[in-house]
């Protein structure tokens, strides 16, 4: 599946700061009904203890500076009450990435996921159209749609009740003598969906919903922010498929998975010895931007490896916060998706794209895809021992390695500033 960017972001000018140092399901809002008559409830989330959630924001100052400032606590990573305010003030508002297009290429296609307790679901009308829905039905709340695939509609399995790909309720059994009831009203309720390269996107905030078009040519820059431009000429070609994904059950609070990704290289020689040798580490950078950090490296010069190159000249590791993190090296990007499962696991989802004039060279793209899984495998014993670690009585927090964990200290910081907010 080729894509191409078209015209979906607009131009900004980058403020920042430098310092040199095949398919599956992703598993995973005032929106109005068809009729629009009918709205749903906002999302929400249980938050419980309070008083003590409140304590952990407390012991993160986002004022202190990296050089001075401590790591976010360790209850910022183990108490279940913090991941619930998390659902409600991180996940549920903003664009969330959720797939690719490649699993909705075709009218008819589908594929489904959650977000906390928002069950969704993505598809391909007959005409082409691309819509987003809660994937709940109207009657008695059973889900209509499962793991992924092609279908004219969605027919709940409860009881039968029958929606266009467009939301539309068809049918509704045996309703007779039914009062007051509109077919109109009882459509699938829309989320706000937008494309951004090959990615599929969705917001879950309490607002009306607007069309894919409409949200595609402003996503980037509610996204991305000012680095918008740089992230599209970096990452998007259209040369580039999609050949491959991996999913991962990890036992680990999502953000551990997020720090491991966001120290500035500061673990590839001691954890990554083969990653290591293809790297110049002394090159290492990190570029901050409002909700966005790139990291890039040069590639070091191999001896004697059959001239396996899948790195290629440069490395390109740019963190989308919340939870998404987009690599670009030799003919490759790869995509992580974090998502939270409860207060200590989270399924990290990969998915892999490859430019067109390697796509023949089977050798080549399964010698790399086993490259990248044995350094998932060590990345999840590090990020599993971490969890273990934060567990412990021993420890409650640490500190910043100034010079190249920054990109971590300002995703802690984005992160404080949006579970502050009511």
Known sequence: MAFAMGQIFQRSNPSHISVKQSSQPLRSFKPRTNSGRLTCKSSSFCIENSDDVGKCLKEFDPSVPVEKAVTAPSSWYTNPA?????????????????????????????????????????????????????????????????????????????????????????????????????????????????????????????????????????????WLGSSSEILASAFINQNLQHIARREYTINCNWKVFCDNYLDGGYHVPYAHGGLAAGLNLTSYSTTLFEKVSIQSCQSAKLEGKENFDRLGGNAVYAFIYPNFMVNRYGPWMDTNLVLPLGTSKCQVIFDYFLETSQQNDK?????????????????????????????????????????VEMAMHHFHCLLHKDLVKS
């Not at 050798?363 to 934060?390: K, P």
Request: hydrophobic share 40%.
């Open 82 to 222: 913090f991941l619930s305010l998390e659902m409600e003030r991180v996940f549920s508002r903003g664009w969330q990435a959720v797939g690719v297009l490649g699993q909705v290429e075709n009218p008819h296609d589908f594929f489904t996921g959650s977000l906390g307790n928002v069950q969704f679901v993505i598809c391909r009308d007959g005409s082409g159209d691309l819509h987003a829905f809660h994937n709940v039905c109207r009657h008695h709340a059973a889900l209509v749609a499962s793991d992924s695939g092609r279908k004219s509609c969605f027919v709940c399995p409860y009881h039968g009740w029958t929606y266009g790909l467009d939301g539309v309720l068809q049918k509704a059994t045996r309703l007779g003598g039914i009062q007051n009831f509109n077919v109109n009203d009882f459509g699938l309720l829309p989320i706000n969906l937008a494309i951004w390269g090959p990615f599929v996107l969705i917001n879950l905030d309490n607002k009306d919903t607007t069309s894919e078009m409409e949200n595609s040519m402003v996503v980037g820059n509610e």
């Open 363 to 403: 050798a080549f793209i399964e010698r790399s895809l086993q490259e990248s899984e044995r350094v998932q495998i060590e990345d999840i014993s590090l990020c599993e021992g971490v969890q273990a670690g934060l567990m412990s009585p021993a420890y409650n927090s640490g500190r910043y390695a100034p010079q």
